[in-house]
């Protein structure tokens, strides 16, 4: 049973087996996503519907229409994700954030995407990471005003564990108002000292492996749960006909293991504070 006391984790996923895995052992809420190898895009509408009939944990969709890491968006794109957001309004929050060319926060698309959410809650993601270093606590503030509920970062850094200093400063000036959430490289290894520095309430992480070994085209299996939800299908082609090169590789997905050790963790840091 969980408290409110207890330190949350929050997986990124971007397939059913994944978000089933981390569901399962222990999140308490799913990032749901496409394409993660891109950094994270906008999920089908097909898969949120599928997760939302067998699984009873939030889940944010992330407001993404392309890889890149400017987080500049046109008028175009800002058109397709309000109606992403529309059509995507099943789940429980959303996942974004927009910058101008100076890297600062762009108001006006940050407020379309708050109008349009109606009160479901937004995080502002790692688009935080590019703005300003020097300015990073002006940033939060108006990040606060426009009417996010949390911030996902790395403390400007590739990973949390490298930007842990600057998450502890983020969180120590702003925890009354906003969730400053670590995320990036976040693993069973570093993530005691992230919560013990850092001192935060919540974590993201993929909790990702590698896939198995690739099985022939003729030799593939799946499993299923009870409920005919397919919660495995962790496969990687060993064919002479691929779509791409993508195809061919072993790819990675949330780990079940990896997220009961990590909600351990979480638990046994939370019960000591």
Do not use: W
Not at 4 to 33: N, P, Q
Not at 159 to 178: F, P
């Amino acid at each position: 049973m969980s408290s409110s006391k207890d330190i949350k984790l929050e997986v990124c996923v971007d397939s059913i087996a994944s978000a089933i895995a981390a569901a399962e052992s222990g999140a308490a809420r799913l990032e749901l996503c496409s394409a993660l190898s891109e950094g994270g895009l906008t999920p089908t509408i097909g898969i949120l519907k599928s997760l939302k009939g067998f699984i009873a944990i939030p889940i944010y969709c992330m407001l993404r229409p392309r890889s890149g890491d400017d987080f500049i968006y046109t008028d175009y794109e800002m058109q397709a994700m309000l109606t992403d957001l529309d059509m995507l309004r099943e789940q429980d929050g959303f996942v974004f954030g927009s910058l101008t060319n100076t890297r600062s926060i762009n108001v006006k698309q940050c407020q379309q995407v708050l109008e349009h959410a109606q009160g479901l809650p937004v995080t502002f993601h790692r688009a935080f990471d590019i703005t300003d270093m020097t300015r990073m606590q002006e940033t939060v503030r108006q990040i606060i005003e426009l009417g996010f509920k949390r911030i996902l970062t790395s403390g400007f850094k590739p990973s949390a564990h490298e930007g842990i200093e600057y998450i502890a400063q983020l969180i120590a000036k702003n925890h009354r108002d906003i969730i400053i959430m670590p995320g990036a490289g976040i693993r069973v290894g570093n993530l005691e000292e992230i919560l013990t520095t850092t001192k935060c309430v919540e974590f993201h992480s993929s909790a990702k492996s590698k896939a198995d070994a690739p099985p022939a085209c003729n030799d593939i299996t799946v499993t299923a749960s009870d409920n005919n939800v397919i919660a495995s299908s962790n496969l990687s082609m060993d064919c002479d006909v691929s779509t791409s090169r993508q195809d061919l590789l072993m790819y990675e997905m949330t780990d079940a293991n990896v997220v009961r050790k990590l909600v351990f963790i979480a638990k046994a840091m939370s019960e000591k504070n």
